[in-house]
């Protein structure tokens, strides 16, 4: 009787549970759960037809992936930040300019060397390595505006993997990064002019006398992306701000505007806006490298640096609209477009014109020696796009994108007749926009990304410290069409993007191309040796155990304990962190890091894997004994 009993009630509980996935399935198949229920919801919420068109077409569903690659730079978090598009999903942080305890950077030996003694950096303008002009997927190069520092990120495994700077001579490294068509050259420019050498004085009362701004070029190794010095021109002092590489027939070229052409001091909104017009310099970065190989110009603080008072034919400007930001060279680089963001004018120049101008020295003055071009032989058109035009980038049709930072808005426009074609609010107070490719000879198109320096409260209440609003917008159809809104760390000031599939990291370092001389792979190399004071630790980590399970030292050793993860399978991280020591490792599979510390706290401490790894994830600790 029992047995009967105990198979009518299973009986029973099968055909409860098929009754209720019956009805969950026809509640889903029809209108509780599917996509009228979907879109009824979204109604409810105040969505359209066109806003859930905007969210299906930036919709990646889970284990699916994105299109492209996005590139923000950081600002003063000295970071980099990845996102897909379209999704707009933060996928990881790239550290940089500052430490990052999340992947352990700036706590080995290498990166704490990188970094030297800064603790931060403001990342402003990343750009990808090239070649003809076009993105060729090896590395991201972004400046430091604070410390004036360049770094190379290479995206073979999304790692920093040299800084160099703090550059000598110049002063807030704003005006970068700015990549010549075949990656010879990283340009740049200084923000505040100085007297130079750098650690020279000066009285302020000779500022517009004595005090030089400058620009000038990192040269690039073409196989390991190595940076290292190449030529630095002395300027007046004005404050350069951002720039472009020529391409194309203007490939031999970099561009930059700057702000306070009057060399005024002390509160610049009102003593630098006098002159109705700015400059662009153009620099022949050609020119300027066979002078540096000829031996022109003069050493100073480990630089060769050109006066073009005396090496003439390098140098040019150009004026433009007061207070102007972004100068941008068209994708065929027979055009370069400026604006003022106190103006309502942006300026279409041809760069041909622009010959022409200097092979007639068609000049309207100089500025220490440089000469001035004259506007009227080489502006093509104004063109009435907006109100505070920053920033311009191209589609893959050579229609311009200028942001509008006093409309609020992106204008979109053709740079051959200057027809605005569309404009489209944002929110709020555009700064830099970005469309993939569009800084190159090779745009994807597609989209534009507003990148708005205010949110005023567009998201949860986060209290007085708010995100910045990133928009993605298609641009695909005449008109343009508001996608989707997401946040950002803060600041993003430019960004990169590019199609996935012209990148292919690595996910695991491979044990044949470790060379470091440190690394170990079998458990049985693990161990210690002492030299004196100095203690060497050779440690394993693998699933779940961390060998040697336990370090003894004498207080006031010197420590140093290189970490081989042997792991070579996917995701597999494993973390070293030593609590009261502050030390915090995380090694990827495959990889050695290294630390060195003095043992001066004596005592017992604990170590353990800071990074999950395995079901035995809590187990994997030892113990630092300090004598």
Request: charged share 20%; proline share 6%.
């Amino acid at each position: 009787m029992q047995s009967i009993k105990s198979q009518a009630s299973k009986s029973l509980f099968w055909l409860i549970l098929a009754i209720v996935a019956t009805a969950y399935t026809l509640w889903g198949c029809g209108g509780g759960g599917g996509e009228e229920d979907s879109r009824a919801r979204g109604s409810e919420r105040g969505a359209t037809g066109s806003q859930a068109d905007a969210a299906t077409s930036t919709y990646v569903a889970p284990g699916d992936l994105d299109d492209m690659y996005l590139f923000y730079s950081g600002g003063h978090s000295g970071q980099v930040y990845v996102a897909g598009i379209p999704s707009m999903r933060h996928i990881s942080t790239i550290p940089v300019f500052a430490p990052y305890p999340a992947t352990g950077y700036g706590f080995d030996n290498e990166t704490r060397e990188m970094l030297g003694d800064f603790t931060w950096g403001d990342v402003h303008h990343p750009t990808l390595s090239r070649k003809n002009a076009e993105y060729d997927g090896r590395w991201l190069f972004v400046n430091d505006n604070a410390n004036s520092r360049y770094a190379r990120i290479d995206l073979r495994d999304f790692k920093t993997k040299q800084i160099i700077g703090p550059i000598p001579n110049c002063s807030g490294l704003h005006g970068g990064s700015f990549c010549t068509s075949n990656t010879e050259y990283l340009t740049y420019a200084s923000r505040f002019s100085i007297p130079i050498p750098k650690g020279s004085y000066s009285s302020i009362e000779n500022y517009a006398s004595e005090w030089k701004g400058l620009v000038g070029a990192l040269k690039v190794d073409p196989d390991t992306g190595e940076m290292s010095h190449g030529f630095q021109i002395m300027t007046p002092p004005f404050n350069w701000d951002l720039g472009s590489t020529g391409r194309g027939p203007s490939a031999d070229w970099v561009f930059f505007t700057c702000y306070n052409s009057e060399r005024a001091t002390g509160e610049l909104e009102k003593t630098a806006s006098a002159n109705d017009r700015d400059y662009v310099i153009a620099v022949n970065w050609k020119l300027a490298e066979a002078a540096v190989n000829a031996g022109k110009g003069m050493m100073m603080d480990g630089v060769r640096i050109i006066d073009p008072a005396v090496d003439k034919d390098i140098v040019y400007l150009i004026p433009i609209p007061k207070s102007p930001h972004g100068v941008d060279v068209t994708p065929d680089g027979t055009m370069f477009v400026g604006s003022g963001k106190l103006e309502a004018v942006t300026t279409v120049y041809s760069f041909q014109q622009m010959l022409d101008a200097i092979q007639a020295k068609d000049y309207t003055g100089d500025e220490d020696g440089i000469p001035v071009l004259n506007y009227d032989s080489i502006a093509l058109r104004e063109c009435q796009v907006g109100n505070g035009p920053l920033h311009t980038q191209y589609d893959d049709k050579g229609m311009a994108y200028t942001s509008l930072y006093i409309d609020s808005a992106i204008a979109k426009w053709d740079p051959n007749t200057g027809e605005v074609l569309d404009t489209i609010p944002c929110a709020y107070n555009i700064g830099h926009l970005m469309v993939p490719g569009g800084d190159s000879a090779k745009p994807y198109g597609k989209y534009v990304i507003a990148m708005n320096k205010l949110s005023h409260g567009r998201h949860l209440n986060v209290g007085p410290s708010q995100p910045e609003s990133s928009q993605l917008i298609d641009i695909t159809g005449s008109k343009m069409k508001m996608l989707y809104e997401s946040y950002t760390e803060p600041e993003p000031h430019y960004a990169q993007a590019c199609p996935a599939d012209l990148l292919n990291p690595i996910e695991v370092y491979p044990m044949e191309e470790n060379t470091n001389p440190h690394a170990i792979w079998d458990i049985a190399d693990a161990g210690m040796t002492v030299n004196g004071n100095n203690v060497e630790i050779r440690m394993v980590a693998t699933r779940s155990t961390l060998t040697p399970t336990d370090i003894e030292v004498p207080r006031g050793s010197t420590v140093t304990i290189h970490v081989t993860n042997i792991e070579q399978t996917t995701d597999e991280l494993h973390g070293l962190g030593i609590g009261g020591y502050n030390i915090n490792l995380v090694i990827d599979p495959g990889e050695t890091k290294s630390v060195t510390f003095v043992a001066d706290k004596p005592g017992v401490f604990a170590y353990y894997c800071t990074n999950f790894c395995s079901a035995l994830h809590q187990e994997m600790q030892g113990y630092l004994l300090v004598k």
